[in-house]
């Protein structure tokens, strides 16, 4: 049962962190696109804008699809882990915890969730073996 669970948090996480990719690389599910995250990471320091965001978008889409899958997890983790401590020390950080203010409660919560499935596997429902 235990391998269900794990299951559970890769595909509802990764999906969602491929979503959040998403909205950065191809402006759907209400996302600005490239350019428009680009104008705003240089707003926050993130330069140049444009490459940021890309690499911000393209390590959220690919890190959770592989995170999802269940396919190179520990580095499917490292992506996540990497963007979302990013969001959090450029743009929540100064919010505080709450996601209600702006804050890192959200973000934190995937990085665990990442880091929690990097550390004991992605149990038996994935496509690497071993």
Known sequence: MGSFGILLVRVVVGLTMAGHGSQKLFGIFGGNGLAR??????SIGLKPGKTMAWMAG???FVGGLLFAAGFLTPLASLLIV???LTAMIKVHAKNGYWV???GIEYN?????AAVAVALTGPGAFRLTHG
């Not at 995250?37 to 240089?42: A, Q």
């Not at 934190?108 to 665990?112: A, K, S």
């Open 37 to 42: 995250t680009g104008k705003f990471f240089e």
């Open 58 to 60: 393209l390590g959220e």
């Open 82 to 84: 990497a963007t979302m």
């Open 100 to 102: 209600t203010n702006g």
């Open 108 to 112: 934190l919560v995937l990085l665990t």
